[in-house]
Nanobody, 132 residues
């Protein structure tokens, strides 16, 4: 059974930083076969893909709202993906989820093809709250 476990969320002041981690286990395929990424959902809003990474084509994707502030990375040996979040803003407050695909997509497709969200493996989420 595939499991994705996020950690690192919390309460931080505007301008602060957090580093999220997502540890994966139970894959029947190689961890680096498919893209993996970070998604978030704020109250009353739809879930959005904010950053995804694909080792195979060395592609990364960042939503405009986080570009220049967030950095995604992955350690395939540890089956872990990270999201370094700097200069956090109040509008970054959300539950952050880690998710990986069951078919090949580029990093951008993985984050933006919302029709395929139901086909992803999802973690349970971690709360990030940015206070102003």
């Amino acid at each position: 059974e595939v499991q994705l476990v996020e950690s690192g969320g919390g309460l931080v002041q505007t301008g602060g930083s957090l580093r999220l981690s997502c540890a994966a286990s139970g894959f029947t395929f190689a961890f680096d076969d498919y893209a993996i990424g970070w998604f978030r959902q704020a109250p009353g809003k739809e879930r959005e893909g904010i950053s995804c990474i694909n080792t195979n084509d060395e592609s990364t994707y960042y939503a405009d709202s986080v570009k220049g502030r967030f950095t995604i990375s992955r350690d395939d040996a540890k089956k872990t993906v990270y999201l370094q979040m700097n200069n956090l803003k109040a509008e970054d407050t959300a539950v952050y989820y880690c998710a990986t695909d069951q078919q090949w997509f580029s990093a951008q497709e993985s984050c933006t093809k919302t029709a395929h969200y139901d086909n992803k493996f999802w973690g349970q989420g971690t709360q990030v709250t940015v206070s102003s």
